[in-house]
């Protein structure tokens, strides 16, 4: 569990991060999400017990990271941001010096180091040097060590960041199999990662929470939610089509996209639209290529809400 | 306690990944034989001695101990490595002393590598063994102290070369705080009480004693003294700037 109060970080003249109050409980992933310079590092490096709050606390299971550091970064796997590592190093040798470092010895140790160097597909770059690998070879690496201790509590800054799509993949399924027992935040500005690994979604701007909710809680607020879009067949029915839907009773406007055929009835707020535009196809003979129901942009409502 | 070794074992093992560790030990070898022989005149004077070996010593470490200490914090900071190790179950001081555990380390294997000198001073003649052990402790310790030195300097940037021409410029003035160059910027205005404590930091003073073989508690209590500061202020300034 993870829980902060009132967290804020003030520099000379620049307060990067302003009253920050949440608690993430174990089950939950909660996405952390900002624009860049949001605050959201700063907040993670507070929490980590990296940098220390001008004002506000911070605490992992119920310890203060300022009072008992000891015992919140035991219980804490972090992944800070850029997965810094010792270049040096190999691969096997860096997660050896982080498993001493947390003190596991004995089988413990060599099933937890085989068990993330399977899990994350390390094996075959063991024995090479940090700095020779690819970026998303090294962001492996730093997740590694993350969970090297299977901790309760996960932070994970921009985990996926520098991955292809199928790594990508990769570590949203991990993720998504830790999540049951564990409390993880992951900071992110990527929003697909949202829907699909968080339960949870705060978003930051200007270092204030400007946003609090579930995925599907927050692209309910987009004007986009319970849109329809249609595609057409024949370039001739267009216009036909864009006023008929804009005559709808329910429509509050029509949005056009004239090359690609394709028009997006926004509903008035609570409305339904489905059935009436699936009827007005129907009724005026339109010749559709798609049909579909949005269920809201996230990104459209990122913008609103942290410009 | 045992942290501390951890770092310092990581730390040791990343000197000698590189060739740095071993171009650093040859270069401290060679320099070290060129004072003795030709400079320090090791043969022309003919006494069974080493004399000439160690009174060179500090001004061997005001350049090579601040190319060891350069990249002890600065090349944390840089990459950012800083940040995973003191995310760790560690404290601050375990990874200060760690570090430092580790350049004083590799300083005393540079500093064996010369028993060849020693070998080379019993064979000619029948020196004061007792005398050379007391001389290698001094300098041991003195390099201690250039080490803390410049670890706190590595503290204070993430440039390593920033950090190399501070710490040189702050063991040059720790060299030579008892001789006028230094002396005489604090006269024109600093009370006489002042002046004298500046002067009694000098490290060749104190090294001066150590180096004929007498180990007095107060030299030794001095460099003692200097490493501890210097690592506080190491630990202090990292506190601060570690996230900059």
């Given at each position: 569990m993870i829980k902060t109060e009132r967290l804020t970080k003030r520099y000379d003249t620049l307060?990067?991060?302003?009253n920050v109050s949440f608690e993430a409980r174990p089950g939950e992933v909660l996405g952390f999400l900002g624009p860049n310079g949001a605050g959201k590092t700063t907040t993670m490096r507070m929490i980590a017990g990296f940098i220390a709050p001008s004002e506000g606390t911070a605490s992992i299971c119920g310890h203060d990271i300022e009072r008992e550091p000891l015992a919140a970064k035991t219980l804490l796997g972090y992944l800070p941001e850029g997965a810094?590592?010792?270049?040096?190093?190999s691969v096997r040798g860096f997660l050896e010096f982080i498993a001493d470092l947390r003190g596991l010895a004995g089988a413990v140790r060599r099933t937890r180091l085989q068990h993330v160097i399977e899990r994350l597909a390390l094996g075959a770059v063991a024995?090479?040097?940090?700095?020779?690998?690819?970026k998303g070879f090294r962001r492996r690496v730093g997740i590694a060590q993350a969970i090297l201790h299977d901790p309760p509590v996960l932070i994970l800054d921009e985990?996926?960041?520098?991955?292809?799509p199928n790594q990508k993949h990769e570590v949203r399924t991990l993720i998504n199999e830790m999540a049951a027992d564990k409390t993880i935040v992951v900071s992110t500005h990527i929003l697909e990662e949202v829907a699909a690994v968080c339960t949870r979604a705060i978003i930051i701007a200007h270092g204030r929470i400007v946003a609090d909710d579930s995925p599907q809680g927050l692209t309910a607020r987009?004007?986009?939610?319970?849109a329809v879009s249609l595609r057409l067949?024949?370039?001739?029915q267009f216009a036909a089509a864009r006023a008929a839907l804009a005559a709808l009773?329910?429509?509050d406007s029509v949005e056009a996209d004239e090359a690609g055929l394709r028009l997006t009835a926004l509903p008035r707020t609570g409305a339904q639209l489905l059935a009436d535009v699936n009827a007005l196809a129907a009724r005026s003979g339109l010749a559709l290529q798609a049909l579909e129901l949005e269920s809201g942009r996230l990104d459209e409502v990122f913008r609103s809400i942290t410009t | 306690m045992s942290h501390v070794a951890t770092i310092t074992k990581r730390e040791l093992a990343g000197y000698f990944a590189t060739p740095v560790a071993y171009v650093f030990i040859l270069i401290f070898l060679l320099l070290a034989s060129a004072f003795t022989f030709y400079l320090g005149g090791f043969y022309e004077?003919?006494?069974?001695?080493?004399a000439p070996f160690f009174n060179f010593h500090p001004w061997l470490y005001l350049f090579l101990i601040p190319a060891i200490s350069m990249r002890l914090w600065a090349e944390e900071r840089k990459s950012g490595s800083v940040e995973l190790l003191l995310t760790q179950p560690v404290t601050l001081w375990q990874a200060v002393l760690g570090k430092f555990f580790a350049a004083w380390a590799f300083t005393a294997l540079a500093l064996a590598l010369t028993f060849p000198v020693w070998i080379t001073v019993n064979y000619l003649g029948s020196p004061d063994n007792g005398v050379i052990l007391a001389a290698y402790i001094g300098s041991l310790l003195m390099a201690g102290a250039f080490l803390a030195i410049g670890s706190c300097m590595s503290a204070l940037t993430r440039n390593q070369v920033v950090a190399f021409i501070l710490a040189v410029v702050v063991c040059f003035a720790f060299l030579l705080a008892g001789f006028p160059l230094v002396l005489d910027a604090f006269r024109?205005?600093?009370?006489q009480p002042l002046i004298d404590a500046i002067a009694s930091l000098s490290f060749l003073t104190h090294f001066e004693s150590i180096a004929k073989g007498v180990l007095d508690a107060r030299d030794l209590l001095y460099f003692a003294l200097t490493m501890a500061f210097f690592l506080i202020a190491t630990a202090i300034v990292l506190d601060v700037r570690k996230s900059e």
């Open positions: 307060t990067a991060v302003d810094p590592s010792y270049g040096e190093m024995a090479q040097t940090i700095d020779t690998l690819s985990p996926t960041d520098g991955l292809d987009s004007r986009y939610h319970n067949e024949r370039a001739e009773p329910q429509v | 004077r003919g006494q069974a001695d080493l024109a205005w600093a009370p």
